[in-house]
């Protein structure tokens, strides 16, 4: 084949991969969940992950199907497919992580892990995929795209390659502005509470004050000490109602001028972690309550 027809041949094999994969793990993930989940890290239904790692994968392995007798052939595929995937997981992981200071899965929770990016339940899972994929899926893919006449292969591949740049241009802008949204609510969250610590910290010494002046004038303008004490007893007794207001009301202003996308990934990477974990969980609950509050207005 010429360079253009094993690119756009490639091309569909990607996109026939990602979406499979995007496909198995939205349903495992929705059927956990109970609700309907898009896990993917771009907007359409594609993982590009399982893209990369189905082609690797038959990269790699392919010169080795059917060269053992049964079932040996089926062990080194599952083993090479052990390593190569979580090779390919981790470096993912590693590269979303310096890109955008963002962790997209943890595995730290499991028993078997590096670092949070690969554990071995997934590895060994990686190793069933890759027998599948080998054994079954790729023959029946390449038979497929076999049907199709060759230009149709070029269309088809072009648009789905512009598709792509388009998405991945959309959903990294997305993500960078979430970052700075996030940042910028921990700023806030971290001012409200410097704030709030002086306001405490002057109350308390007027408190104190106040206190003093009640001891040292017992048998002398007692009704004017104590109402004194009550009033800074009143802003004390105000303060957190306050502060918990202010707090919630920037929260509700940020997820309010939030895109749906940012709203998508929080929902799809519930195990997502960030330099601003705060701010993240405040953005997390504000979604949680915006769509609370969009079923009902809906039900209307």
């Known amino acids: 084949m010429s360079i253009l ?5 490639l091309t569909l094999l990607f996109t026939l991969y990602s979406f499979i994969g995007w496909a198995c793990e939205s349903i495992f993930c929705s059927v956990i969940a109970k609700q309907w989940i898009n896990r993917g890290f771009l907007n359409g239904p594609f993982c590009p992950v399982y893209g990369f790692g189905a082609l690797l994968s038959i990269f790699c392995l ?12 089926y062990v080194l595929l599952y083993l090479a497919g052990v390593v190569i995937l979580s090779i390919l997981e981790y470096f993912t992981g590693w590269l979303l992580e310096t890109l955008f200071r963002t962790k997209w899965w943890d595995y730290s929770n499991h028993k078997f892990q590096i670092h949070g990016r690969v554990c071995l339940t997934n590895a060994l899972l990686f190793g069933l995929m ?3 994929l080998l054994q079954w899926i790729h023959p029946a893919a390449e038979w497929l795209l076999s049907l199709l006449p060759q230009l149709v292969k070029f269309l088809l591949a072009g648009v789905l390659a ?5 998405d991945c241009v959309v959903t990294v802008r997305s993500i960078l502005q979430l970052n700075g949204r996030l940042a910028q609510l921990q ?18 010494a007027e408190l104190i004050g106040a206190m003093d ?23 004390v007794r105000e303060e957190p109602v306050r502060t918990h207001l202010r707090q919630l009301l920037e929260t509700e202003l940020s ?4 895109r749906a996308i940012h709203r998508r990934l929080l929902k799809a990477f519930p195990e997502m972690k960030t330099r601003w974990p705060e701010s993240l ?20």
Do not use: M, N
């Open 255 to 258: 997820i309010e001028k939030s």
């Open 187 to 204: 700023h806030t969250i971290d001012e409200i509470r410097a704030r709030t610590q002086t306001f405490s910290d002057a109350h308390r």
């Open 5 to 9: 027809e094993t690119l756009s041949h």
């Open 130 to 132: 890759a027998v599948i």
């Open 62 to 73: 392919s010169p080795f199907v059917g060269k053992l007798p049964f079932p040996w052939d």
């Open 281 to 300: 969980e405040r953005l997390r609950e504000s979604s949680k309550i915006w769509k609370e509050t969009h079923k009902k207005h809906r039900k209307k």
């Open 213 to 235: 002046t009640l001891r040292k004038r017992a048998d002398f303008l007692r009704d004017e000490a104590q109402s004194q004490l009550q009033q800074v007893l009143e802003k």
């Open 162 to 166: 512009a598709y792509f740049i388009s």
